[in-house]
């Protein structure tokens, strides 16, 4: 396990010293972050999963591979 150190609002250092039993609070923080990680981890795929089936973007982005070979790209000496 890896320390950090990180500030939180007052009210939700209260709520936690009252709520949660000392020996359990490493616990349940890493329980909370993890769940709401996992949670944006989701919303993250779902929004990747909707770009990929986005019929009109992929068309849009198909149009413009064309411009990955026009000549912008730098040689090895430094000259476009």
């Not at 890896?2 to 349940?28: C, G, K, R």
Request: hydrophobic share 40%.
């Amino acid at each position: 396990m890896t320390t950090i150190h990180f500030s939180l609002p007052e009210e939700i250092i209260s709520s936690l010293h009252q709520l949660v039993p000392a020996d359990e609070q490493d616990q349940f923080v890493a329980s909370v972050l993890r769940k709401a990680l996992e949670q944006q981890e989701q919303a993250l795929y779902e929004c990747a999963l909707a770009v990929e089936q986005d019929e009109d973007l992929n068309a849009e982005i198909d149009d413009w591979q064309v411009t990955l070979t026009d000549g912008i790209w730098r040689t090895s000496s430094g000259a476009a």
